[in-house]
T-cell receptor
Framework: DTAVSQTPKYLVTQMGNDKSIKCEQN?????MYWYKQDSKKFLKIMFS???????INETVPNRFSPKSPDKAHLNLHINSLELGDSAVYFC?????????????FGPGTRLLVL | SQQGEEDPQALSIQEGENATMNCSYK?????LQWYRQNSGRGLVHLIL?????REKHSGRLRVTLDTSKKSSSLLITASRAADTASYFC???????????FGRGTSLIVHP
């Protein structure tokens, strides 16, 4: 059973389109995250969310928006895709209550914007 | 601030050799974590060392932490071809629960 899953695994789309990436965790964790990994493997936090607060990395364009229908899901919606959005996007989760800082990552979604 | 900067960027060794990767960070941390990423996969947590610890072991992994130098090292002993991956460190500062990752060290272990 996959602990953190993402769909789709690959996403190829045209500039200007709107797309969503879905993430689900079955670990019962209280906090979820989205990261962007660029071609140089630099991993940058985009959002973190638990049922109390959403923390946004201020460098993330407002074309990106997280949506959490429930505690087990944190989807990433991207409007007006740009070439520079091409990257691998990782979802992760952790259980902060109880002080567990370890993050569990999904397999990644490879986004290519043409 | 960057809370994880790995060195070297790339490391190539023969199977059976030891691999040492270093990590430096800029501000005080509560803990430092090491993760591994196989090609085309997500990151997998390896080990966490807290600021009041100096050394930690897990199987063939040994992690040290020097808070005075703001640095950590990850040693993989008796490396195997299956250890080929990228290794990331991530520091967690007080008041934040979001670790900040570096660019990683790409390790290649030749059989």
């Amino acid at each position: 059973d996959t602990a953190v899953s993402q769909t789709p695994k690959y996403l190829v789309t045209q500039m200007g389109n709107d797309k969503s990436i879905k993430c689900e965790q079955n670990l019962g964790h209280d906090t979820m995250y989205w990261y962007k990994q660029d071609s140089k493997k630099f991993l940058k936090i985009m959002f973190s969310y638990n049922n109390k607060e959403l923390i946004i990395n201020e460098t993330v364009p407002n074309r990106f928006s997280p949506k959490s229908p429930d505690k087990a899901h944190l989807n990433l919606h991207i409007n007006s895709l740009e070439l520079g959005d091409s990257a691998v996007y990782f979802c992760a989760s952790s259980q902060l209550a109880g002080g567990q800082e370890t993050q569990y990552f999904g397999p990644g979604t490879r986004l290519l914007v043409l | 601030s960057q809370q994880g900067e790995e060195d070297p960027q790339a490391l190539s060794i023969q199977e059976g050799e030891n691999a040492t990767m270093n990590c430096s960070y800029k501000t005080s941390i509560n803990n430092l974590q090491w993760y591994r990423q196989n090609s085309g996969r997500g990151l997998v947590h390896l080990i966490l060392i807290r600021s009041n610890e100096r050394e930690k072991h897990s199987g063939r992994l040994r992690v040290t932490l020097d808070t005075s130098k703001k640095s950590s090292s990850l040693l993989i002993t008796a490396s195997r071809a299956a250890d080929t991956a990228s290794y990331f460190c991530a520091g967690l500062s007080g008041g934040s629960y979001i670790p900040t990752f570096g660019r990683g060290t790409s390790l290649i272990v030749h059989p």
